[in-house]
C-alpha cells in the first residue's frame, strides 16, 4: 500500500515538473518610440531570411502591445466590430535569457504572457510549415486566432467571420509596423500551413481558429 501511493506521488510529482508553468509573466511597459511612421512605413519590407539572437522581453512587449495591447480603459490598439474583441495572440519562442522556450498567450487586460505549452518554432512548426522552412529559423512566430462566437449573437455567423479576419489583418499590420521600428524583420504568413494540425499541436480550444501567423527575427545580413 505504501510503495503504491510512493508511485502515484512520484509520478505526479514527475508530470508537475514537465508541465508549463501557468504563472502570468509581466511584461514591462511597451516604450515609445521615436521614430516617424512615415519613416515606419518606408522602412516596412517582407524579410524570410530571419536569425537570432531571441527576441528581448522588451522587444516582445512591444510587439503584443502593438497588436492586442490596451491604449485605454478596456479598448485595444485595434478597431474591433462592437469593441468584442474576438482576437487571441500566441506566441512561439525558441529559448532566450528572458523566456523559457515555449507557446505562451497573451493577455491585452494584464498585459502578460501566460505558458500553455512546451516546444520551440522548430519543434512546433517543422511538420506544418510546409515548404517554408524559413519559418522555423525565426527566434519569435506570432499567432492568431479567432473566437467567432464573440461576434455571432449580434452580427450573424457570415459577418462574425468575415470582420474576425479583418481584425486580424489590423492586428498584423500594427505588428508589422513596429517590427520596422524596432529594426527587427518578418512576413506574413497566411496560406501554406496546416492550419488543422498546428491548431492540434498546439491543443487550442476547439472555439478558436487560427488565421495569421508573423514569424519574428534579426534580418540576416
Avoid: C
Wanted: hydrophobic fraction near 40%.
Amino acid at each position: 500500500m505504501h510503495t503504491l501511493a510512493f508511485s502515484l506521488l512520484a509520478t505526479a510529482m514527475m508530470a508537475q515538473e514537465g508541465a508549463p508553468a501557468t504563472q502570468a509573466i509581466k511584461l514591462p511597459v511597451a516604450a515609445t518610440s521615436s521614430i516617424t511612421l512615415d519613416d515606419t512605413l518606408k522602412q516596412r519590407v517582407s524579410s524570410r531570411n530571419l536569425t537570432g539572437p531571441p527576441l528581448s522581453l522588451q522587444e516582445l512587449s512591444q510587439l503584443l502591445w502593438s497588436a492586442q495591447g490596451e491604449n485605454r480603459p478596456n479598448r485595444r490598439t485595434v478597431p474591433s466590430a462592437g469593441a468584442r474583441y474576438p482576437l487571441e495572440l500566441y506566441v512561439i519562442v525558441a529559448n532566450s535569457r528572458a523566456l523559457a522556450e515555449g507557446v505562451y498567450k497573451y493577455s491585452p487586460k494584464d498585459h502578460s504572457l501566460t505558458k500553455v505549452k512546451d516546444g520551440n518554432p522548430k519543434s512546433i512548426l517543422e511538420k506544418t510549415a510546409g515548404r517554408q522552412a524559413w519559418i522555423i529559423e525565426a527566434p519569435a512566430v506570432f499567432l492568431v486566432s479567432g473566437v467567432y462566437s464573440r461576434l455571432e449573437d449580434r452580427y450573424g455567423p457570415f459577418l462574425a467571420e468575415r470582420w474576425t479576419y479583418w481584425e486580424s489583418g489590423a492586428a498584423v499590420q500594427t505588428m508589422t509596423l513596429k517590427v520596422a521600428a524596432l529594426g527587427l524583420g518578418a512576413t506574413v504568413v497566411g496560406g501554406a500551413i496546416d492550419w488543422d494540425s498546428l491548431h492540434a499541436a498546439l491543443g487550442l480550444p476547439e472555439n478558436e481558429k487560427l488565421n495569421m501567423m508573423l514569424p519574428v527575427g534579426r534580418i540576416k545580413r
